[in-house]
């Protein structure tokens, strides 16, 4: 794997999860950055419960998955 190759994919999915995040504030929807300071100030359980099921979706599968899907892009172009 070529610096070139690592440094791209790196900015890529910085990008997207930059987008992401703007979009998640869009919809009212938490990030991981809150959710991690929710888990601080409030505990695990409570960081879930008090959540929607639509903010944890987002968090546990959508956001992974769109990340995921950026790097193995950027990837294969280079492949």
Request: proline residues 1%.
């Amino acid at each position: 794997m070529e610096i070139k190759e690592v440094i791209v994919t790196g900015y890529s999915v910085l990008l997207v999860a930059i987008v992401l995040n703007m979009l998640t504030n869009f919809f009212g929807l938490v990030t991981w950055f809150l959710f991690v300071e929710q888990i601080g100030s409030e505990g695990l359980r409570n960081a879930f419960v008090n959540n929607s099921i639509a903010s944890i979706g987002f968090l546990f599968f959508v956001y992974p998955f769109l990340l995921g899907l950026t790097a193995k892009t950027v990837i294969k172009k280079f492949g």
